[in-house]
């Protein structure tokens, strides 16, 4: 597992999307913390395979991530911080995860993100 940003990082992160109500400005904190190109986040529904709630997906040429949604402002974090977890396999580690790992470590970063962002709220 990879370290997990600071409390101050996500109490940023937080702030940013309670300005705007967009979980991009947020991810984009995240991804300055872990130093990697952003991931934009789209309600795209016709992105997204039947049966789930978002999708991962890189840039043509690779330099960016999206994460595409069903729903408005990208669904719940934990769907949020999954994407973010499939984006830091194609950009942070130097050996791709296969699959079923990826999905695995997506899982569990999702989660520990999660508990932080409760955690770390905003107020106080």
């Given at each position: 597992?990879?370290?997990?940003?600071?409390?101050?990082?996500?109490?940023?992160?937080?702030?940013?999307?309670?300005?705007?109500?967009?979980?991009?400005?947020?991810?984009?904190?995240?991804?300055?913390?872990?130093?990697?190109?952003?991931?934009?986040?789209?309600?795209?529904?016709?992105?997204v395979s039947k049966?789930?709630?978002?999708?991962?997906?890189?840039?043509?040429?690779?330099?960016?991530?999206?994460?595409?949604?069903?729903?408005?402002?990208?669904?719940?974090?934990?769907?949020?911080?999954?994407?973010?977890?499939?984006?830091?396999?194609?950009?942070?580690?130097?050996?791709?995860?296969?699959?079923?790992?990826?999905?695995?470590?997506?899982?569990?970063?999702?989660?520990?993100?999660?508990?932080?962002?409760?955690?770390?709220?905003?107020?106080?």
């Open positions: 597992m990879i370290d997990l940003p600071p409390k101050w990082i996500i109490k940023a992160a937080r702030l940013a999307l309670k300005k705007k109500n967009r979980w991009s400005d947020a991810i984009a904190i995240l991804c300055s913390y872990y130093g990697i190109p952003l991931m934009l986040c789209y309600k795209e529904p016709a992105q049966g789930a709630i978002a999708c991962y997906k890189t840039s043509p040429n690779g330099d960016l991530g999206y994460c595409y949604s069903k729903s408005p402002n990208g669904s719940s974090a934990d769907t949020i911080f999954h994407e973010l977890g499939h984006h830091l396999n194609q950009f942070l580690f130097d050996h791709k995860l296969n699959a079923e790992s990826n999905e695995a470590f997506a899982e569990v970063f999702a989660k520990e993100m999660c508990r932080l962002w409760k955690k770390n709220s905003t107020s106080g």
